[in-house]
């Protein structure tokens, strides 16, 4: 069965840092995206990128995010300067037109 | 802006019985769909069950359905004879279509045996 899948499943990191999430959606999949969920809480929407443009942000995305599909396969999401608030559970996801959301199993991100 | 709303923090079943997690949602959209993930301690998003708004008839999966009622924007899902493996964290979703979805702030159930 396709899946969607993330690397790496964790990654610590100094705050300031540069760090890269990377994913590989389902192939016949238009529409991708990014989650994050701080531990205990919420899933919260970051962004979604359709037709190789985002499509929607959150406020959370701000300057300090990129998103980018750099070769038709993986869909990546880049935190220019990591912050100590960006540890959290970092999910990518893709979609057909359906709106059925499948996810990847995350990459936990720890900021020291 | 679209809102979905699980009142249940938390929810206890005992093994083998039924228990119900509440969800109630917010749009002027007609058309959309619904989502109960599941997410256990390994803290991937895994699908349980979706509800298309079109469909008068509640979606069903094994032991898993919900009582869709789209006057009342409620959606809640029914667990019958639960098991241990049941445990986790149950997302309610909003999405529409090519849109991202809305998530409530999860219900944790406890499966006791």
């Known amino acids: 069965e396709p899946e969607v899948t993330q690397t790496p499943s964790h990654q610590v990191t100094q705050m300031g840092q540069e760090v890269i999430l990377r994913c590989v959606p389902i192939s016949n999949h238009l529409y991708f995206y990014w989650y994050r969920q701080i531990l205990g809480q919420k899933v919260e929407f970051l962004v979604s990128?359709?037709?190789?443009?985002?499509?929607?942000k959150s406020e959370i995305f701000d300057d300090q995010f990129s998103v980018e599909r750099p070769d038709g396969s993986n869909f990546t999401l880049k935190i220019r300067s990591t912050k100590l608030e960006d540890s959290a559970m970092y999910f990518c996801a893709s979609s057909e037109i359906t709106g059925e959301l499948f996810f990847g199993e995350g990459s936990r991100l720890t900021v020291l | 802006a679209q809102t979905v709303t699980q009142s249940q923090p938390e929810m206890s079943v005992q093994e083998a019985e039924t228990v119900t997690l509440s969800c109630t949602y917010d749009t002027s959209e007609s058309d959309y769909y619904l989502f109960w993930y599941k997410q256990p301690p390994s803290r991937q998003m895994i699908l349980v069950i979706r509800?298309?708004?079109?469909?008068?008839q509640n979606a069903t999966e094994n032991r898993f359905s919900v009582n869709f009622q789209k006057a009342a924007k409620s959606f809640s899902l029914k667990i019958s004879d639960s098991q241990l493996g049941d445990a986790a964290m149950y997302f309610c979703?909003?999405?529409?279509?090519?849109?991202?979805?809305?998530f409530g702030a999860g219900t944790i159930l406890r499966v006791k045996s």
């Open positions: 990128f359709y037709n190789n443009e985002i499509s929607e």
């Open positions: 509800q298309e708004a079109y469909k008068q």
């Open positions: 979703a909003y999405g529409e279509y090519g849109n991202k979805l809305v």
